[in-house]
């Protein structure tokens, strides 16, 4: 069983800058795909970006494009978010999730494995 756990989500103002982390353990992380997805209160979650297994392919929605970098680690297991610049808009909890499949994908449906969140919040 493989598990998710992210950190690094906080208060910032907004312009700031935050790096959050998703650690894994319990499967071959090097194998999957990872994704970022969000979920602002009162909205449906929705995809942030993406990276394949080996860290070479990214992908990201658009309204961060430009302003959030995601990377991995596979000798740490680890996949990171940063999100420069950020907006109120921004304010979410932001999930990580796994894909067994190497490549990912922008739908939550091809990911089976996610962790428990953690709040991002932007002030104005």
């Known amino acids: 069983q493989v598990q998710l756990v992210e950190s690094g989500g906080g208060l910032v103002e907004a312009g700031g800058s935050l790096r959050l982390s998703c650690a894994a353990s319990?499967?071959?992380?090097?194998?999957?795909?990872m994704g970022w997805f969000r979920q602002a209160p009162g909205k449906e979650r929705e995809f942030v970006a993406r990276?394949?297994?080996?860290?070479?392919?990214?992908y990201y929605a658009d309204s961060v494009k430009g302003r959030f970098t995601i990377s991995r680690d596979n000798a740490k297991n680890t996949v990171y978010l940063q999100m420069n610049s950020l907006k109120p808009d921004d304010t979410a909890v932001y999930y990580c999730a796994a894909d067994r499949g190497g490549s990912g994908s922008n739908s939550e449906k091809q990911y089976v494995y996610w962790g428990q969140g953690t709040q991002v919040t932007v002030s104005s």
């Open positions: 319990g499967g071959t992380f090097y194998t999957y795909a």
């Open positions: 990276i394949n297994w080996s860290g070479q392919s990214a």
